[in-house]
């Protein structure tokens, strides 16, 4: 068969194929499908022994260090800033919205090696950081690098940030500063330092070489890990470990919890974004639910809007679902509750009570109500809750 005689069939073949491919891009792709994730089985990363650090740690900083630290501690709020760098790095490579991720563990291998770089790319645009002349970043006029590793004490040094006659042309211009990162979403840690890179401070290896010489640790990039013994070369900002990664809601949920939002459906329907998230406020009250929650649970576009809707929905079961428009901020400070800021929400369960009763509580149109206790739980039906004015502001009381 010669090349135009069998042209239609690899037409046909081509069409064909182009067609399956459009099917498994639109199956896979829908924003209306939903798919559950396994409880990760392993942990996000290590903490070795000999990198284990304390929190509120006293430090000297070194003078050649002093420079990069007294740049960061300048910086407004620069700690809030830098731990939600860390945070949104993570939630971008997970993206709850398009595939219903809530765990580093079920990122793809090469998402996991890009981690380090969305943590860098997010840290720059965050501080607005100049480029370097020969390394990534330019901190109080001299060059610096951002490393970040998932195992604590784990970061790789290239040869182009230290000074070593065997490295030749490959060698540094100079023995160069790091800030070295490291978070894990599984316990809400993470740690940030600066550490001048020498030769001697990154890892050898036990053994000695034929000619009765040291060899350095290089792994197949030709990158070297600091040793154990310069961890207290590092100056750890902010005091040492940090406990407060913003949290992963749906990470540190009760997992029947998670399986009941998760798995959340109108009869006749595999999956439903709405009672997903119906479902999310009312297992999770009285405590602060963030837009990435809200998307990754709703896996829609809409899902913001769908949060909105959950008001309606809920509202016959006592439950209100607060934003941070209108009346809500001044209904969460009356009843004791954080307060939402823009992309985030926070559900209670309400109950009447009379003036005089001692719990946090609003009036609205002449009735009082608090957050519900258990014992008022368990009558026949649940109280409705009212429904909240957009702009008048309610009259919160006190005890």
Same mark, same amino acid.
């Given at each position: 068969? /010669?090349?135009?005689?069998?042209?239609? $069939?690899?037409?046909?073949?081509?069409?064909?194929?182009?067609?399956?491919?459009?099917?498994?891009?639109?199956?896979?792709?829908?924003?209306?499908?939903?798919?559950?994730?396994?409880?990760?089985?392993?942990?996000?990363?290590?903490?070795?022994?000999?990198?284990?650090?304390?929190?509120?740690?006293?430090?000297?900083?070194?003078?050649?260090?002093?420079? $990069?630290?007294?740049?960061?501690?300048?910086?407004?709020? *620069?700690?809030?800033?830098?731990?939600? *760098?860390?945070?949104?790095?993570?939630?971008?490579?997970?993206?709850? @919205?398009?595939?219903?991720?809530?765990?580093? @563990?079920?990122?793809?291998?090469?998402?996991?090696?890009?981690? !380090?770089?969305?943590?860098?790319?997010?840290?720059?645009?965050? $501080?607005?950081?100049?480029?370097?002349?020969?390394?990534?970043?330019?901190?109080?006029?001299?060059?610096?690098?951002?490393? $970040?590793?998932?195992?604590? !004490?784990?970061?790789?040094?290239?040869?182009?940030?230290?000074?070593?006659?065997?490295?030749?042309?490959?060698?540094?211009?100079?023995?160069?500063? &790091?800030?070295?990162?490291?978070?894990?979403?599984?316990?809400?840690?993470?740690?940030?330092?600066?550490?001048?890179?020498?030769?001697?401070?990154?890892?050898?290896?036990?053994?000695?070489?034929?000619? %009765?010489?040291?060899?350095? *640790? =290089?792994?197949?990039?030709?990158?070297?890990?600091?040793?154990? !013994?310069?961890?207290?070369?590092? =100056?750890?900002?902010?005091? %040492?470990?940090? /406990?407060?990664?913003?949290?992963?809601?749906?990470?540190?949920?009760?997992?029947?919890?998670?399986?009941?939002?998760?798995?959340?459906?109108?009869?006749?329907?595999?999956?439903?974004? @709405?009672?997903?998230?119906?479902?999310?406020?009312?297992?999770?009250?009285?405590?602060?639910?963030?837009?990435?929650?809200?998307? /990754?649970?709703?896996?829609?576009?809409?899902?913001?809007?769908?949060?909105?809707?959950?008001?309606?929905?809920?509202?016959?079961?006592?439950?209100?679902?607060?934003?941070?428009?209108?009346?809500?901020?001044?209904?969460?400070? &009356?009843?004791?509750?954080?307060?939402?800021?823009?992309?985030?929400?926070?559900? /209670?369960?309400?109950?009447?009570?009379?003036?005089?009763?001692?719990?946090?509580?609003?009036?609205?149109?002449? @009735?009082?109500?608090?957050?519900?206790?258990?014992?008022?739980?368990?009558?026949?039906?649940?109280?409705?809750?009212?429904?909240?004015?957009?702009?008048?502001?309610?009259? %919160?009381?006190?005890?």
């Amino acid at each position: 068969m /010669t090349i135009q005689e069998g042209l239609p $069939f690899f037409q046909d073949a081509a069409q064909a194929g182009m067609q399956e491919s459009r099917a498994l891009a639109a199956k896979y792709s829908r924003r209306d499908s939903f798919r559950i994730w396994d409880p990760p089985r392993e942990a996000m990363g290590r903490v070795p022994r000999e990198w284990r650090i304390p929190s509120g740690l006293t430090q000297h900083v070194p003078d050649d260090l002093a420079p $990069f630290v007294k740049w960061f501690h300048s910086q407004s709020e *620069a700690r809030e800033r830098f731990r939600w *760098a860390l945070r949104d790095s993570l939630d971008e490579l997970l993206d709850g @919205q398009r595939t219903g991720r809530w765990a580093y @563990q079920h990122l793809t291998k090469t998402e996991k090696t890009y981690l !380090g770089t969305a943590v860098e790319v997010n840290l720059t645009k965050e $501080f607005a950081i100049n480029n370097g002349a020969d390394l990534d970043w330019s901190i109080a006029g001299l060059d610096i690098d951002c490393k $970040f590793s998932k195992d604590l !004490g784990g970061w790789e040094i290239p040869m182009e940030m230290y000074l070593c006659a065997d490295h030749g042309e490959r060698s540094g211009r100079a023995d160069h500063a &790091a800030v070295v990162t490291w978070m894990n979403d599984d316990t809400s840690q993470w740690a940030a330092g600066v550490v001048r890179i020498t030769d001697e401070r990154l890892r050898w290896k036990k053994e000695l070489g034929a000619d %009765g010489a040291r060899v350095r *640790a =290089y792994n197949r990039d030709n990158k070297r890990k600091l040793s154990d !013994g310069a961890k207290t070369e590092v =100056y750890w900002l902010w005091g %040492g470990l940090q /406990t407060d990664l913003p949290t992963n809601l749906l990470l540190n949920l009760n997992p029947e919890a998670r399986k009941r939002i998760l798995t959340a459906s109108l009869p006749g329907r595999p999956s439903s974004g @709405q009672q997903r998230l119906n479902q999310l406020f009312r297992e999770v009250q009285d405590q602060l639910i963030g837009r990435q929650t809200v998307l /990754t649970v709703g896996q829609q576009d809409d899902s913001p809007k769908r949060a909105r809707d959950a008001r309606i929905a809920l509202r016959p079961e006592g439950i209100v679902v607060l934003g941070h428009q209108g009346s809500h901020p001044h209904v969460a400070r &009356a009843l004791g509750l954080p307060v939402p800021i823009k992309g985030e929400w926070i559900s /209670t369960r309400l109950f009447p009570v009379s003036s005089d009763d001692a719990r946090p509580k609003f009036s609205l149109d002449g @009735q009082f109500w608090a957050r519900a206790r258990e014992k008022e739980l368990s009558g026949p039906e649940p109280v409705p809750a009212p429904d909240l004015p957009d702009k008048r502001e309610i009259d %919160g009381q006190t005890p």
